[in-house]
């Protein structure tokens, strides 16, 4: 017993040194190796007596498992101790840049596109496209604006021939045509895309964006009209309340016809969409003229509905503050940068149009 | 169209006040584009004297004036006016005060070293009449005790323009629009008794409308007035007309141009005496000419309406006169013409011959047919009054005769378009305000059209009657159903947006840039495409339409440069023609990239934007669409706008179908030319309608889930090859070796140089194997690596680097 309590003793006492690995393993070597000090008692057990026997091993194992913690213990403090040596060296100044990434953007009017179509998907619309070189007759004539037509002189259009037979279209309009030549009612779309007029000024160029729509049915009256009008607005604007007023106007393709007003007031420079006494025309709809539906072999008596066409570009600018409608065109990169949306913001439903 | 409330109260009996008005128009689709205070002003120029006037001492051409108006202080104005006398009564304004004509404001000036304090105006300055000779000149006997008060009498109602749709040329007149008004229950239309002709003398003006094909004029009626004498108009006529921004010219002029304000009546004023053995209306025929009121000449083609007599042609019927027949402040005997012409003749020929004018713009939209007579007698008896004469019986030719057309109107059809309801009563008493006659039968009306209505002809334009005046207002509400039966978007139209968001994420700001291009900048592009001009483009610079998006998107680049942005990635999605009839269109996804990577990064060496930059835009966009990188086959044909050597073709599949997309870096050339200031521009095209759309959705490409867990092992290979051996076919012949083990191949390292033969190369690659199955043992892995060398030794005639 003595031997054990002697053994302990001294290299406890060793133990509390400071000590290096090599030294700890010496020491290791010293207690555990084939010749080692405890390794040695170990083989004595046999010998003793059977009385003595028990308490013997017990006693050894008590002081093995003690020594041998306590050398597991000090190689994992030095083992730390020389990482964090080492890792303290690798210190670098975390404050330098990273790798440089650049960051593309989609076009506010693409992404007001993708609002637009997110909102009018909820209520039932799919998107439909067509052409931006027309002929005549789907741009005008089968719109009941026929050659003779005062209408025609209010788009200026830009020709291909100089028969006037092909031309850029001057708006989404067409594009009711060739859905409805194609398939049979009801129908119900929307039709974004570019449009073309030669003009020219700070509010005017000679492309800009439209989105028209159409919904044909049974029994869709003016009510459906601005009740599809109103939904879009608010849900666009994302606001609670809209002031919104339907103004009697003309288009040939629709009778009646009426222009929107939505109500604004500009507030610390910026305008303000839904409130104040200020009007500002954001649309043209109607219910589709029987002439049109006829045009199209859609018979007026079974079949009426509305239709709409708003300036993309517009609504953009009105809901992200853009003065400047010539600058949508313009590509400049600081533009782009500013006005521009990240990739990942797609408008959903579920998530809203913006963050 | 322009008017006042003043004007609308000789129409209307109202007490309302002017905002009301406002109000009132732009509910029944009258809209109201400004309104503006004409006098606003005016009562700063004032009645004034001349006292004395000397010469100017520096100028000769001037004169230095002492000018009462009607102060203590007697003003000095420089006026170079050669009627400025001692004496005369003229009109002064004084600084502050805005001339009308040309909007300038006055300010004390020095005029050749002489204060000037203020101005005297001339007529035209003032927008009197045309006189721009000199200085107005006031009747002493009715000005004299008005020295220093204001000259115009202060007018109260302001000018209302009114933006007029085409289908309401009834609206163009005073009185239409009054009617509208009182059918939508502000004011009461005033009934005004027509006082009608009845002369016994003869009109001695022969007319006659010939009977032929495409005769544009229906009917012609006119008044001779004889003796008469032709003035200035009285004040009333001319503080109207001057009241809707309208100049005075003569009594009889303004005569015509009343009438037709107040009622839209169109009507023409010859100088009778000038007109050579009566009137023939007729067909032009090719190559006659006149010269017209607005002091052109014309010539004119076939079949155009003219106004004729026995030495040629005195107008263009419904568009303009000529200046040889016209009135003058001389003329005796006046022959007032009112007539009826077809607005699709009346467009035509004001079309070709470019000419418009406010007679044309309301006979295109459809003039009254009836109201000839009501002309003829409105303005025969202002001349009368006005200019003295004695009035002709009215003479009417026609070739056929205007009916009031009549249409069956089912009052339940309001409801079904507008989804509300109104009471029969109200209905009609709407349309018998709006001038409808109305019968019933059974629940159908039988409605006949107002003459002045040409643009109501079906029951659809009744119901949109009925509604402008109820009040859209009056339109419920229809909440919409959230319910989708379709998909919102075609496959395609997802792979369009898809696409542009990928690209986007990758570093490239999105532009959108004009249809039409710069031919200069289209050439480099075109490739095999014909130009597409446009006939009427805004300038020259936007002249064809884009056969390839890279045109504008590298126009814009270069700006961008020049802006002092160096690395700049763009790109745009967007049609590109190949032709001009409809659909002759593709939509293309165009990217530039310039400049370089890693620009004074302490981290990273820079380096330029390269053609591999590219190629991993492309190829990670069309894999991340859903495309398999490992079908795609590239080779390096591509159009010449690209450079040669650093460019390529992808196509989907082997097949080579349709091409995908090209990428490369641009032509040099084509840098040089449009001189871009860049290290490095490089650029792709992917064609959309190219990509065959993946046919199974999302949930159809997740096949079931097998990975292996078995050991995988990797050997390296270099072969020496041939220069002309393509990376893309040594790996296609290896992956071939067998599908199943061999699970990936990369391309570590391709080496030209010392150690290697001439016109060869050596190309290492990395090769994955595994099985699906089991481990592999040594001596599978041995059979493949054999298999391997075997194989490439074989089809490329490389050898194996030991």
């Known amino acids: 017993m003595s031997d054990i309590k002697n053994i302990r003793d001294q290299f406890l006492s060793k133990l509390k040194n400071e000590l290096s690995l090599d030294e700890i393993n010496s020491i290791k070597t010293e207690l555990f190796g084939k010749n080692g000090q405890i390794s040695s008692l170990f083989k004595t057990v046999g010998s003793i007596p059977e009385s003595d026997r028990k308490t013997f ?48 953007k989609i076009h506010p009017v693409s992404q007001t596109i993708d609002e637009i179509s997110s909102i009018f998907s909820e209520i039932g619309f799919s998107v439909e496209e067509g052409p931006d070189v027309e002929n005549e007759y789907n741009n005008f004539t089968a719109l009941n604006t026929p050659d003779n037509h005062p209408a025609r002189d209010m788009h200026d259009t830009f020709y291909l021939d100089e028969n006037k037979e092909v031309l850029l279209r001057t708006h989404t309009s067409p594009v009711q045509i060739r859905t409805m030549l194609k398939d049979k009612p009801p129908f119900k779309i929307i039709a974004p895309g570019r449009t073309y007029r030669s003009d020219s000024d700070q509010t005017h160029a000679p492309m800009f964006h439209q989105v028209e729509g159409l919904h044909i049915d049974k029994n869709i009256n003016m009510g459906h009209l601005k009740g599809c009008l109103n939904y879009f607005i608010k849900e666009f604007f994302e606001v609670e309340k809209i002031k919104m007023r339907f103004r009697p106007s003309h288009f040939p393709f629709t009778e ?73 065109f313009d590509c400049d990169y600081r533009w782009l940068n500013h006005f521009g949306f990240d990739p990942l913001d797609v408008p959903t439903n579920y998530r809203g149009l913006s963050r | 169209m322009k008017i006042t409330f003043d004007w609308l109260k000789d129409h209307l009996s109202v007490s ?19 309104v503006e205070n004409l006098s606003e002003g005016l009562d700063l120029f004032k009645v004034a004297k001349i006292l004395k006037t000397e010469k100017h001492p520096n100028a000769d051409r001037l004169k230095v004036c002492d000018v009462d108006v009607g102060e203590k202080e007697i003003k000095k104005v420089v006026c170079g006016a050669p009627n400025a006398r001692e004496g005369l009564i003229t009109v002064y304004a004084p600084p502050g005060a805005v001339i009308p004509k040309n909007k300038t404001k006055l300010v004390i000036a020095k005029i050749r070293d002489v204060t000037s304090y203020g101005m005297l105006c001339s007529e035209s300055e003032l927008n009197l009449s045309e006189e721009s000779d000199g200085i107005t000149e006031l009747s002493s006997s009715k000005y004299n005790n008005s020295i220093g008060k204001s000259f115009f009498t202060q007018s109260s109602s302001n000018l209302i323009d009114l933006s007029i749709t085409p289908n309401r040329p009834d609206c163009l007149g005073v009185r239409g629009i009054a009617r509208d008004l009182a059918a939508a229950g502000f004011g009461k239309l005033k009934q005004i008794k027509e006082q009608k002709i009845k002369s016994k003398k003869s009109q001695t003006v022969k007319v006659k409308i010939t009977d032929e094909k495409n005769q544009g004029c229906f009917s012609f009626g006119s008044c001779l007035v004889t003796n008469v004498k032709n003035t200035e108009s009285p004040k009333w006529l ?18 015509t141009n009343y009438v037709m304000i107040d009622i839209n009546r169109p009507l023409h004023a010859y100088d009778a005496d000038k007109i050579q053995k009566g009137i023939i209306v007729r067909n032009s025929k090719s190559g006659e000419e006149f010269t017209a009121l607005d002091n052109k000449n014309y010539k004119l083609k076939d079949d155009m309406c003219v106004i004729s007599d026995d030495k040629g042609v005195l107008g263009l019927g419904g568009i303009i006169g000529g200046t040889r027949s016209g009135t003058e402040i001389d003329t005796q005997n006046v022959l007032i013409e009112s007539a009826y012409f077809d607005p699709r003749s009346i467009r035509k020929t004001a079309k070709e011959l470019n000419i418009d004018t406010d007679a044309k713009f309301r006979f295109e939209r459809g003039i009254d047919q009836l109201s000839i007579e009501e002309g003829l007698n409105k303005a025969a008896f202002l001349i009368k009054e006005i200019c003295g004469g004695e009035i002709s019986k009215i003479n009417i030719q026609k070739i056929s005769t205007f009916k009031n057309q009549i249409i069956k109107f089912d009052p339940s059809s309001f409801e079904k378009v507008t989804g509300f309801k109104i009471l029969t009563k109200d209905m009609l008493k709407i349309l018998d305000n709006l001038g409808f006659k109305c019968k019933k039968d059974k629940k159908i009306f039988k409605l006949t059209i107002p003459s002045w209505r040409p643009d109501i002809t079906q029951e659809i334009d009744v119901v949109e009657e009925l509604v402008r005046i109820v009040g859209y207002d009056k339109i419920k509400i229809e909440e919409p159903i959230k319910e989708r039966k379709k998909s919102t978007l075609t496959q395609i139209q997802k792979l369009f947006h898809f696409l542009q968001r990928s690209i ?17 900048y289209n050439d480099h592009f075109k490739g095999q495409n014909d130009e597409l001009k446009i006939v009427n483009p805004i300038s020259s610079e936007l002249g064809v339409l884009r056969n390839s998006i890279f045109s504008n998107l590298i126009m814009y680049m270069s700006k961008n440069i020049d802006r002092g942005f160096k690395d700049l990635s763009i790109f745009e999605i967007g049609p590109t023609f190949f032709g001009k009839q409809p659909g002759e269109q593709n939509i293309v996804v165009c990217g530039l990239s310039a400049g370089k990577k890693s620009r004074l990064s302490w981290l990273e060496k820079e380096r330029n934007v390269d053609v591999f930059d590219i190629k991993k835009d492309v190829v990670q966009t069309l894999v991340e669409a859903g495309y398999d990188a490992e079908k795609f086959f590239i080779d390096d044909e591509t ?11 992808l196509f989907l599949n082997r097949g080579k179908e349709s091409v995908a997309a090209y990428f490369g870096e ?34 159809d490409q997740k096949t079931k889930y097998s990975v292996s867990d078995y050991q995988k092992s990797e050997r390296d290979f270099a072969f020496i090859v041939d220069k002309k051996i393509k990376v893309q076919d040594l790996i296609n012949v290896v992956s071939n070796v067998d599908k199943n083990l061999i699970s990936n191949i990369k391309v570590f390292d ?18 994955t194997i595994q099985s699906q199955e089991k481990t592999l043992k040594e001596a599978d892995l041995d059979q493949i690596n054999k298999s391997i060398i075997e194989t490439v030794e074989n089809k490329t005639g490389a050898k194996i680097r030991s």
């Open chain 1, 57 to 104: 091993a017990a006693d050894l194992n008590k002081i093995k498992d003690e020594l041998q913690s306590l050398i597991s213990e000090k190689i994992k403090e030095i083992e730390t101790k020389e990482v964090n040596q080492k890792l303290e060296k690798e210190k670098v100044d975390i404050t330098l840049p990273g790798r440089p990434f650049v960051r593309g």
């Open chain 1, 256 to 328: 009646p016809s009426a222009e929107v007003d939505i109500g604004y007031e500009i507030k610390d420079g910026k305008i303000v969409i839904g409130e104040g006494d200020q009007w500002l025309e954001i649309l043209g709809c109607g219910m589709v003229h029987p002439n049109v539906l006829k045009n199209v072999k859609v018979d007026p008596a079974k079949y009426q509905g509305y239709a709409f066409g708003i300036g993309i570009d517009r609504l953009a600018m009105l809901k992200y503050g853009i003065n400047d409608l010539r600058a949508f």
């Open chain 2, 16 to 34: 309302a006040k002017e905002e009301k008005l406002l109000e009132k128009l732009t509910d029944i689709g009258l809209e109201v584009e400004s």
């Open chain 2, 238 to 255: 001319k503080d109207k007309l001057i009241s809707i921004g309208q100049k005075p010219i003569s009594a009889i002029v303004d005569i």
């Open chain 2, 504 to 520: 986007a994420s990758k570093g490239y700001l999105e532009a959108i840039t004009w249809s039409f291009t710069d031919a200069k």
């Open chain 2, 639 to 649: 159009p010449d706008y690209y450079h040669p050597g650093k460019s390529g073709r």
């Open chain 2, 666 to 699: 641009i032509h040099p050339n084509i840098i040089k030319q449009i001189d871009m200031k860049t290290v490095s521009l490089v650029g792709f095209e992917i064609f959309l309608d190219n990509l065959k759309l993946p046919k199974k959705s999302l949930k």
């Open chain 2, 750 to 767: 391709v080496y030209e140089g010392d150690n290697i033969p001439e016109n060869q190369k050596s190309i290492a690659i990395s090769v």
